[in-house]
C-alpha cells in the first residue's frame, strides 16, 4: 500500500505560479513512477507530468512543456510540480499517482488537490 497526500493548490492569476507537493508514505521503495495528472469539469482526466523514481526519468505533455517541471525528493519521498506561466486552462483537480509496476498501471492515487487560474 502506498498513500499519496496532495498539497499546494489554490487560486492564481494567469501568469503566475503554484508549486504542488505529492508526500507519499507506505511501501514507497516499490514505487516505479510517479505522476500528475488533472481533470478539468466536464473534461477527461490527463497526465500532465511524471518521473521515474529510480532514474529521474522526466515526461510532460505537450501543453505544459516549459511551464511546469516536475521533481523528486527521495528523502523525503515527495514528489513536486512546479507550475510557471499559468494559464485559465489549466484549471482542473491536480491528482498525484504512483505506478508500483513496470509495466502496470497507476494503482495509488492522492484525493486531489485544486488549481484555479484567474483570467
Known amino acids: 500500500q502506498v498513500q499519496l497526500v496532495e498539497s499546494g493548490g489554490g487560486l492564481v492569476q494567469a501568469g503566475g505560479s503554484l508549486r504542488l507537493s505529492c508526500a507519499a508514505s507506505?511501501?514507497?521503495?516499490?514505487?516505479?513512477?510517479m505522476g500528475w495528472f488533472r481533470q478539468a469539469p466536464g473534461k477527461e482526466r490527463e497526465v500532465v507530468a511524471s518521473?521515474?523514481?529510480?532514474?529521474?526519468?522526466?515526461y510532460y505533455t505537450d501543453s505544459v512543456k516549459g511551464r511546469f517541471t516536475i521533481s523528486k525528493d527521495n528523502a523525503k519521498n515527495t514528489v513536486h510540480l512546479q507550475m510557471n506561466s499559468l494559464k485559465p486552462d489549466d484549471t482542473a483537480v491536480y491528482y498525484c499517482?504512483?505506478?508500483?509496476?513496470?509495466?502496470?498501471?497507476?494503482?495509488?492515487w492522492g484525493q486531489g488537490t485544486q488549481v484555479t487560474v484567474s483570467s
Open positions: 499517482a504512483a505506478q508500483t509496476k513496470l509495466f502496470g498501471e497507476y494503482d495509488y
Open positions: 507506505g511501501r514507497t521503495f516499490s514505487t516505479y513512477k
Open positions: 518521473i521515474t523514481w529510480r532514474t529521474a526519468s522526466t
